[in-house]
């Protein structure tokens, strides 16, 4: 096992994209990541995209973008897990290079959302959900986060409201993020008075669906050797499952695959909660940032919440999340949030992070598919 | 990195199971292929699927298939090249293995295809070509590798009926497969009759949509000591990728992705093609066989179809090929068939292959996507 590190990276503004392609916007994602990593070409390009078969009729959306970005030729394959498709992109990435197989690789996360209307991406969205079971029934990621938002203030005894600070918090920390969707803050008022999307979870709470495409260059020690800028080391990466219907889950309200994997993360990189400074969960309901909050072991189960009210989740807080908008802020282009995070990480590492900069020195990054089936996680240590 | 081996396998019939969907087809051959390697479970989960969100509105499938085949909580997930799903999944797992990251690891191809009727299947079929310049035009698989055969047929000046020999291979060699879809032997004569799909493209050329799935166990070095079973290592493994459109490759009639894979592949096992006992390719359509052959090394530019001709692709050839039936005989569940590949030659290589055992130690093969667009080689070498 080598060491793995993060030599470069690139963005495209997450919005809706309307003159532009999936393979248009992963291909300008990874010619700004191959520039700022110093290298021309790599042993393999990962993908990571959850619908392009769905909202734009193309699979094999790998090779495309590898002969479109100027790699023709190179390996490349997608990974799919739903929403923690750029996560688990991440660590395929992470696990060819620390092999010792591969030398440099890329890792593109992209979505092209906003080709169809609302109900067709939804339909979509919802084949992340058990079909047989749970989608069958017309339960959508929406409707499922509400069940959990739902028993969680019921067996916690809390209200909608004491979920805003999440959505404030994001949404205040995407001002500042050139690369955000929503680049304005919300306030409680707003949070509270906003139109459901499905009881008790509303459009303020929703992230949105959206267009974008984030790439990192992970290198061997080999290669970073003669790079001149400052890289992050990815020091811990692990990532597992759960059953994906939520009637299937003993607890529902514990996130079994988010504590799995977060556990080996810490594991590996020798780290407890503590020692994380900032962390990017997959906050793509507000609800899922709370439950990622207790499966991290940064507060206990049922103080999810608190956390986030007692202001503790801000730039300035115990934990500071979500630290360029998260989901909620910067926008969710499914397939591509996780390696946006990864980026947003890697910013606050290398002291890029501008007027939301916190003092970091070891971030993290959970990557969610489904209500949590899925989940990837990362550690990264700045060089400092 | 470290020798990989496969340690056990399972596999479904392939056919239209109207009874049986996606992830209950996968568990059975995960069962299979655990009780076979002789463990309970696995550090990880790699699924081949191509198509399961346009087929069956299930995204997602590694989470699911883990939980339902009692890997609940196991790091999985989903591999997508086109029809090189199976081969891409297979390799992912290898390199894990060969990282030192994980000892155990499941790979799984799945396709459930017959819930959908013949149009909506092309259509999904359609998405691994480029959506926007070929997709959008209508052209589907069986579309391009018409135009492929077209040309081949008039730059080297041969026949339809030339291409027969393949076809014939392959459902001969099926008979005696008791997982193959269609265990009838054609002759050359109903080659030529079979009704055109896509001009020159007949029926009883195109290997069928259908459902199946097939699993490889693989294990580490340390893991193999402990088992009983003669096992089979891989030995070379390595993909590339090309134009995903015909239109942008300077010559079409060579499969530069399958070339450069199995160049790789040969340099990693140090074998040449001469030291090849059989080679299953991803015999879609005929045309693909044939070229196949000439990337690889077996035959020279415009040779492939005239090695066909001259009965060396037969078992008792000089590069026996399709030896259980190939995707033509045995059927072809997309995602799934680069992992029944791999089975195959297993079992020729541990002479498990019944009445078509031929003489083998080393055997390769190579999973497509598209018309070529990525290739996926794996070199197996048997325990003698």
């Known amino acids: 096992m080598r060491k793995v590190y993060i030599t470069g990276f690139g963005q495209t503004r997450v919005q809706e994209h309307w003159g532009r392609s999936a393979r248009d916007l992963a291909t300008s994602s990874i010619l700004e990541a191959l520039e700022r990593a110093e290298v021309e070409g790599a042993d393999a390009l990962y993908v990571g995209n959850a619908l392009g078969g769905e909202l734009t009729g193309q699979e094999h959306i790998a090779a495309l973008i590898a002969d479109f970005a100027g790699l023709t030729g190179t390996e490349a394959v997608r990974v799919e897990a739903a929403g923690g498709s750029g996560g688990a992109a991440v660590r395929l990435g992470y696990i060819a290079v620390a092999s010792g197989l591969q030398n440099v690789v890329i890792v593109t996360g992209v979505e092209k959302m906003s080709d169809l209307a609302g109900p067709a991406v939804e339909e979509a969205l919802a084949t992340s959900a058990d079909e047989e079971y749970e989608g069958v029934q017309g339960l959508s990621p929406v409707g499922l986060s509400a069940l959990l938002m739902r028993r969680y203030m019921h067996e916690y005894d809390c209200e909608r409201r004491d979920f805003a600070p999440f959505s404030v918090n994001s949404h205040q920390n995407a001002v500042n993020n050139e690369y955000a969707m929503f ?5 409680v008022e707003a949070f509270e008075k906003a139109r459901l999307v499905a009881d008790p979870i509303s459009l303020l709470d929703s992230a949105p669906a959206a267009d974008g495409a984030a790439t990192v260059v992970l290198c061997s020690e080999q290669v970073v050797g003669t790079r ?33 994997s977060v556990q080996g993360a810490y594991a590996q990189a020798g780290v407890a909660p503590e020692q994380i400074d900032l962390f990017e969960p997959h906050d793509a309901f507000a609800i899922l940032s709370a439950l990622s909050l207790e499966a991290c072991g940064f507060a206990s189960e049922g103080q999810g919440v608190r956390l986030a009210m007692e202001g503790e989740i801000g730039l300035g807080g115990s934990i500071p999340i979500c630290t360029m908008g998260g989901l909620k802020g910067r926008g969710y282009p499914v397939g591509a949030a996780g390696v946006y995070q990864i980026i947003e990480v890697c910013q606050q590492l290398l002291g890029e992070a501008g007027a939301n900069q916190v003092d970091a020195w070891v ?3 959970q990557s969610l598919g489904g209500t949590g089936a899925t989940a990837v996680t990362h550690i990264l240590k700045g060089p400092r």
Chains 1, 2 share one sequence.
Request: aromatic fraction near 2%; proline fraction near 5%.
């Open 183 to 187: 680049r304005r803050p919300i306030t």
């Open 228 to 260: 001149k800028r400052a890289t992050v080391e990815i020091v811990g990466s692990a990532s597992a499952t759960d059953s994906v219907a939520l009637h299937d889950r003993g607890n529902p309200l514990f996130l079994h695959a988010a504590h799995e």
């Open 363 to 365: 971030g993290m990054t």
